[in-house]
Nanobody, 114 residues
Framework: QVQLVESGGGLVQTGGSLRLSCAAS????????MGWYRQAPGKQRELVAT???????NYADSVKGRFTISRDNAKNTVYLQMSSLKPEDTAVYYC????????WGQGTQVTVSS
């Protein structure tokens, strides 16, 4: 059974930092990419950052220079280091793992107060 366990969300003030983690288990196929998406109230889910098995990264323009995605292939874990957080970063953040199938985490709330 596939499980994506997310952690690290919470409440932080503007300019603060948070680190999200997502550990994947039970995945039988080779993981191609791992990433993070977010969904703010009343908005569609959007890409935040992705990273391939070879380490190639892709970021949304809104987070470039502030967020850093990384992964530990041995642990099937992906991280998102978020710095210089802004109120507009407030959202539920979802872990995404792509193999032959696509898997989603349950989401973790990130709230940035002004």
């Amino acid at each position: 059974q596939v499980q994506l366990v997310e952690s690290g969300g919470g409440l932080v003030q503007t300019g603060g930092s948070l680190r999200l983690s997502c550990a994947a288990s039970g995945i039988m196929f080779r993981i191609n990419s791992m990433g993070w998406y977010r969904q703010a109230p009343g908005k569609q889910r959007e890409l935040v950052a992705t990273i391939t098995s070879s380490g190639n990264t892709n970021y949304a323009d809104s987070v470039k220079g502030r967020f850093t995605i990384s992964r530990d292939n041995a642990k099937n874990t992906v991280y998102l280091q978020m710095s210089s957080l802004k109120p507009e970063d407030t959202a539920v953040y979802y872990c995404n793992v792509e193999t032959y199938y696509v898997y989603w985490g349950q989401g973790t709330q990130v709230t940035v107060s002004s």
